[in-house]
């Protein structure tokens, strides 16, 4: 158990370096060693969504399995219902009834509200996108969903109550955002 915690460890490592390829290894190193470990099943298919065919060509697969397997494990577990949302909402599947079907489920994660408004929003739903879009940016201290949610707030009808309060809102964000960055420059 030690050395599958640990060789995982060094896949997250090589990951942040940017080596996708040794990364992979260590995530499969760690499978072979305790095949219930989530933890690399995870990474690793954290690691497909991201670096795609540039690390296999098969990486929808390998990934939508992985995560597959997490679930039959663990069927709550909201990291790789996020992931298994990213996945479907990919164009490679373009399941995006399944995508908001398991970023629901995920909620209130962070960052399953910021993909689902998302989805939401290019489907020309921005009214619904606000409700997943107001938990993420309530849980996330960087604020990363507040662009999107000032898009939404745009496209609101004039006559939508939300309206104002959400552009007050991301309007307090985006000041304090200068403030910070004006700050870090000096």
Do not use: H
């Not at 490592?13 to 933890?39: D, M, Q, V």
């Not at 577990?77 to 996020?82: A, D, K």
């Not at 949302?85 to 164009?91: D, F, I, K, Q």
């Amino acid at each position: 158990v030690v050395l599958a915690v640990t060789i995982n460890a060094v896949g997250q490592l090589e990951g942040l370096l940017e080596r996708g390829t040794a990364a992979r290894k260590s995530y499969r190193r760690a499978l072979t060693l305790l095949p219930s470990f989530i933890e690399p099943c995870l990474n690793l298919a954290a690691l497909y969504l991201e670096k795609k065919t540039s690390l296999d060509v098969n990486w929808a697969t390998r990934a939508e399995r992985l995560l597959l397997d997490v679930q039959a494990i663990d069927a709550k577990n909201t990291r790789s219902l996020v992931l298994l949302g990213a996945l479907y909402n990919n164009p490679v599947y373009g399941r995006e009834a399944d995508a908001k079907t398991m970023l629901t489920q995920a909620l209130p994660d962070p960052e399953a509200g910021r993909r689902l408004g998302g989805i939401l929003y290019e489907q020309g739903k921005p009214g619904e996108a606000i409700a997943p879009l107001l938990s993420s940016v309530k849980q996330d201290e960087m604020g990363r969903g507040q662009l999107l949610l000032a898009r939404c707030a745009l496209e609101l009808p004039v006559d939508d109550r939300r309206k104002c309060g959400l552009l007050r809102s991301c309007k307090k964000w985006l000041e304090a955002m200068q403030k910070e960055t004006g700050a870090r420059s000096n």
